[in-house]
């Protein structure tokens, strides 16, 4: 797979295999994208620009895993899920809409 013209049923197929591989991708930003990455093509015998040009970005990376969560293709872990709502309590309070 290269990133030239990426596929979005591409990346999420490759998401969702990383998934089945390591639930731990679903949590962890930066284990999905290497892991994305080495699926895409990544090689260690090119210089560190040469790859990232020619990889997805991370920030399509985590918004497609961001996707399959809410559509329940994948889940994340129940420790990440309570610190995400506990952070949005705590925004929510800054902003004075207590729940």
Do not use: C, H
Request: proline letters at 3%; aromatic letters at 10%; zero cysteines.
């Amino acid at each position: 797979m290269s990133a030239g013209g990426i596929n979005s049923k591409d990346m999420r197929y490759v998401i969702r295999m990383a998934y089945f591989k390591n639930e731990k991708v679903a949590d962890d930003d930066a284990l999905l994208i290497s892991e994305v990455w080495k699926a895409y093509g990544w090689d260690n015998s090119k210089t560190l620009l040469q790859n990232l040009r020619s990889m997805p970005n991370p920030e399509t990376i985590t918004r497609t895993r961001r996707k399959l969560i809410s559509e329940g293709l994948i889940k994340p872990s129940m420790s990440a899920t309570e610190r995400r709502y506990k952070s949005f309590k705590n925004v929510r309070k800054v902003l004075g809409y207590e729940m």
